[in-house]
């Protein structure tokens, strides 16, 4: 299902050409808030590089937000908020697949799959013992294990994998 929180507007703004390149520069945000995740070493991106994701967020302490930025038709998309912190960032080694970690209570959390062309979400909710997690996240290449570091309490960490087809 496509996400329950899509609200699309125009906010990108094509800058300039550069002029050794010729790529076109894109300003992804003007709205005033904390915009991150946009130069990352592995780019949330689609893999025709249309669709990219960054996470956006008020103030520091604050719910944030998952949008994405859609370059061919300079708009962008808010596809999903949550209660506090986005940890867990990943992108699928396809690129299809946006994955983030949510809080849903005290121990309990969501990881969530976005499909980064069609906006389609998935979830799976865990709460095992005390972890919480950590980092961003990876995905297997296979799409099956998303891993992550999690801290268990009482300064001992550990890395925790979830079967995406068992759950």
Sequence with gaps: MASKFAMTATETVIRETHAESGATVYQLTSFPAINDHIYFEVPYMDPT????????????????????????????????????????????PDQRYFFYTDTVSEGVYDLIRIDITT?????????????????????????????????????????????????
């Design 119 to 167: 906006l389609e979400e998935r979830r799976w909710s865990f709460s095992e013992g005390p972890l919480t997690p950590r980092s961003a996240g990876s995905v297997t290449p296979d799409l099956r294990y998303y891993i992550n570091s999690a801290y268990l309490g009482n300064h001992e960490f550990a890395i925790w994998r979830l079967d995406m087809e068992t759950g």
């Design 49 to 92: 590089s249309r669709y990219l994701i960054f996470l956006r967020k008020h103030d520091s302490v604050g719910p944030a937000h998952v949008w994405r930025a859609d370059l061919e038709r300079n708009l962008v998309t808010k596809v999903a908020e949550t209660e506090g912190t986005i940890r867990g960032h990943a992108v699928s």
